[in-house]
């Protein structure tokens, strides 16, 4: 376990590493608690650098031996690292170092699962394999060898020699320490080929445990896409002989781009139809996608620091998000990808844990993996491609591979390319990067005989981390629309740069009505008292998709919030706006489920406590049935044949028009299930011949208490596959009454499945638990008490997932004093807890502040 004394790094600190590698060579001589590793770096001096004690990083390795150009190292350890007098010029220094990998249950360095060695090394998990400046900016060629009497024994690069006893790999590409991998166990593989556009073959390997190979096809389906997709979109090939994917069932996150040897979480690349959701495959191809797109965005060119995350993750985000949107619906995606961002980022930029998309300090690195870096970061790569155009986005791109391929850099190399590109000069625009919090942005218009003008005010609550924001630059997109629906001003972006512009549209036969920030132009909160009138017709009249999906959110989310506060009844222009969307039958499915999507509970809350309502979750909670329950009874007559509608006869297809189907078909079940108790579901269970149908329809019966035969089946049915048990543990819990919520996570945290040094499970119980609001925010405070228990009880175990889970309670200070204080004592429970991990206590300090 690590000190938790707390360090605090700061970007302003940044100097760079006094030595290049012009080459390693790492020797792994494997054995489950004692593998030896080997290592052998060319070290000399770097020019650029100022002067410097020679300082390696290493944690929880035994040092065997060091040598500095074959003769014993004056080396001084410490429990972060070893410091070593050097020679002036050029020299070689070797080590063998001793690690455990059996007993790492943190999953960073080289760890085991079930049976199989792998490593994962980002952020800076290299440090527990060998002593090594474990830095981004310090890349270097690596030559890898690995002993064992494993089948399968995989690294980075291109193949080398292999006998009997070990493998050889060889990694041609200059490459930082949180990229290198290592695999070995007994592994099958799933093999197919590609060519790239210049010719060069390709081998491709999606390797899994002997069982699994059957769940494989999809994936490596997703991979040959996405590899014509980068080569077509931003010109880039793959540059290795060989692509190797890896499914790992232990795993702290989703998947790892390490070179030439992505490493995945099994739940993010194994699917079949009868065991994964659609859902599932959607974000199995972008994964699959997002890690293969890293091999330009990410590794060919890297970080200079850890605080330029963003500048592998949000364009990483970005390029995946463009994928997924040319592969399935562009509207669709960028309706989820709101939806995502409203439900995870807006509460972290909004609490104690807001910071920069580009952070200036940190204790703990692993922390910073958070939406706001990713998808914040992604959100102001949209906004730069909007404001800059798509053609001199594409300029940019292609000067930021040109100059910068090979290097390690910042988001002012990343800036400069798009100001040398286009001439624009982005200083306030870097405040994306710099400054935390979302802008509010408020809306007020005037009309005057022909004369239409908007006036936007944008502000941002300053923050512990941004005390005092500026103005920031805001694209909008809006259209104009003319009282009977038609579009007369199409979509433009205006820019809006100060505290308060005014924007004037002339001659206009009448007052129009504003469809403003079209397909979510901006990461802000638009506020703008608009009445019912206006928001149903453009429900029914929008002529951007974004916009109208928006109009029906924000009048379910006006009526669910005077349900909340004031008992008021729901709001009958919202039931009838929503029929007549669905009644449409030229509307993607898809699109029709999203329409029928309510704002989440937290999201309601946090709008509450906006306009300073304490919310009440009890209250939430209710309002959202009853607004089921009136949804269910105005759409009586419609939910037959909008469920005959998605009825799909074709075999089972991932594809987006089947799953936008079942989705619209999953949607109506629910609503279904509250008029008829739940014998629509029970048959639709009885049929379901894949699982997004037997899923479905587990959900509703369990929801209408009808659940004990199917929950038991389907247990029996499925109890041999992790990744289905998983689905199994989370649905009882998220479907449950707020009552219910919290004996059922504590039933299963007793189950003999559950295990907690499995992240997919422990995430699949307490996660569920943390996401169900009503029942985490429990007014007793045993939801709070139940996940503090479980935290005390990872965080020796598993440090990083303990951290990230920690993230539950960061809304604790909206709710009502009795649930603060159940919160806080909680939290300070965690704080108090004797050799607590930095990880955790970073976050539990954070959060407390
Ligand atoms: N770079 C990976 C995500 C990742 C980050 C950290 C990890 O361990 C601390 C593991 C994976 C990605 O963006 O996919
Ligand atoms: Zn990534």
Redesign the pocket.
């Known amino acids: 376990m690590r000190d938790a004394a707390p360090q605090t790094i700061l970007l302003s600190d940044y100097t760079p590493f006094g030595w290049q590698l012009e080459k390693v060579e790492l020797t792994f001589i494997l054995a489950p608690r004692a593998t030896r590793v080997k290592s052998r770096i060319a070290f000399v001096p770097n020019p650029g650098a100022p002067a410097q004690d020679f300082f390696l990083h290493g944690e929880e390795l035994t040092l065997i031996s060091a040598t500095i150009d074959g003769t014993p190292a004056d080396t001084h350890l410490t429990s972060e690292g070893l410091t070593a007098k050097v020679p002036d010029g050029a020299f070689t220094w070797e080590a063998e170092v001793e690690i455990d990998p059996a007993n790492n249950t943190a999953l960073?360095g080289l760890y085991m699962s079930n049976g199989m060695y792998c490593t994962?090394c980002?952020?800076e998990g290299f440090r527990k394999i060998t002593y090594y400046p474990d830095r981004p900016d310090v890349m270097s060629v690596f030559s890898v060898r690995i002993e064992g009497d494993l089948p399968v024994m995989l690294s980075n690069g291109n193949p080398g020699k292999k006998g009997d006893g070990f493998a050889e790999w060889h990694d041609p590409w200059p490459k930082p320490a949180y990229l290198f991998a290592l695999v070995a166990g007994e592994l099958v593989a799933h093999s197919d080929h590609f060519t790239t556009r210049s010719g060069k073959p390709v081998d491709l390997n999606l390797w899994v445990r002997p069982g699994d190979e059957g769940k494989c096809a999809f994936g490596m389906e997703a991979l040959k896409k996405s590899m014509t997709w980068d080569e077509e979109v931003y010109g880039r090939e793959y540059d290795l002989d060989v692509f190797n994917i890896v499914a790992v069932d232990d795993f702290?996150?989703?998947?790892?781009?390490n070179k030439g040897l992505n490493i995945f979480n099994s739940s993010a690349v194994l699917a079949s139809p009868e065991t994964s959701t659609d859902m599932n495959f959607e974000r199995i191809e972008a994964i699959i996608a997002?890690?293969y797109f890293?091999n330009w965005t990410g590794n060919r060119i890297t970080c200079r620091d850890w605080f330029q995350l963003c500048l592998k993750?949000g364009l990483?985000v970005f390029r995946d998000a463009q994928f997924t949107s040319d592969m399935r619906s562009a509207p669709v995606k960028r309706i989820q990808d709101t939806i995502d961002l409203r439900a995870r980022q807006f509460p972290e930029d909004s609490g104690p844990l807001a910071h920069p998309v580009r952070p200036d300090h940190y204790q703990e690195i692993?922390n910073f993996?958070t939406a706001t870096v990713y998808e914040k970061g992604a959100e102001v790569i949209g906004m730069l491609k909007t404001l800059v155009g798509d053609d001199a986005y594409k300029a940019a791109l292609d000067l930021y591979f040109d100059r910068h391929d090979g290097q390690a850099c910042t988001i002012e190399d990343w800036l400069k390319v798009f100001e040398d590109t286009t001439g624009r000069d982005l200083t306030q625009f870097k405040r994306w990067y710099t400054q935390a919090g979302t802008p509010r942005v408020t809306v007020s218009e005037a009309w005057d005989d022909g004369t239409y003008t908007l006036t936007f005010r944008q502000e941002t609550k300053p923050s512990a981390a941004t005390p005092a924001p500026q103005p920031q630059v805001i694209p909008m997109a809006l259209g104009l629309l003319n009282p009977n629906g038609d579009e007369v001003r199409p979509t433009e972006v205006l820019e809006i740069t100060q505290a308060e512009q005014s924007f004037v549209f002339e001659d206009l036969a009448s007052k129009p009505v504003p469809s403003l920030l079209r397909g979510f132009s901006a990461p802000v909160t638009l506020d703008r008292e608009s009445t019912t009138e206006e928001r149903a017709f453009l429900l029914a009249h929008d002529t951007d998709s974004f916009t109208r999906w928006e109009a029906g959110n924000a009048l379910a989310r006006q009526t669910l919030l005077d349900m909340a506060a004031k008992g008021a009844a729901p709001e009958p222009a919202y039931l009838d706006g929503i029929q007549a969307v669905l009644r449409d039958a030229s509307l993607d499915p898809a699109y029709r489920a999203l329409m029928l999507a309510l704002p989440t509970q937290s999201d309601l809350a946090g709008t509450l406590k906006d306009k300073g309502i304490t919310p009440d979750p009890d209250a939430i909670w209710q309002a959202v049935e009853t607004l089921r329950q009136a949804l269910a009874e105005h759409l009586q007559d419609l939910l037959p044949r909008l469920a005959a509608e998605t009825h799909v006869d074709a075999p089972y297809s991932p594809d987006a028009e089947q799953a936008g189907k079942r989705a619209l078909g999953g949607a109506v079940l629910r609503l279904l299930t509250r008029l008829d108790g739940g014998k629509a579901a029970a048959a639709q269970y009885a049929k379901a011949d894949n699982m997004t149908l037997q899923l479905s329809a587990l959900g509703c019966l369990i929801s209408a208490g009808k659940d004990e035969a199917e929950v038991q089946a389907f247990y029996d049915q499925w109890k041999h596959d992790r990744l289905v048990i998983d689905k199994w543990f989370g649905l009882q819990i998220m479907q449950a009454t707020p009552e219910a919520s919290v004996p059922t996570a504590k039933a299963l945290t007793e189950h003999p499945d559950f295990n907690m040094k499995n992240p997919n499970r422990f995430r699949a119980t307490l996660g569920a638990l943390a996401g169900h609001h009503a029942g985490f925010h429990a007014a007793d405070g045993s939801g709070y008490a139940l996940l503090a228990d479980w935290l005390i009880r990872l965080d020796p175990v598993n440090p990083?997932t303990t951290a990230r889970m920690s993230t539950a309670f960061q809304t604790w200070t909206r709710y009502d004093a009795g649930r603060q204080a159940h919160a806080r004592a909680a939290l300070e429970r965690i704080a108090a807890t004797p050799g607590l991990s930095r990880d955790t206590t970073e976050m539990v300090q954070r959060i407390l502040a």
């Open positions: 960073e994962q980002e952020a702290n996150m989703g998947a790892m781009e997002h890690e890293h993750e990483t692993n993996y990083q």
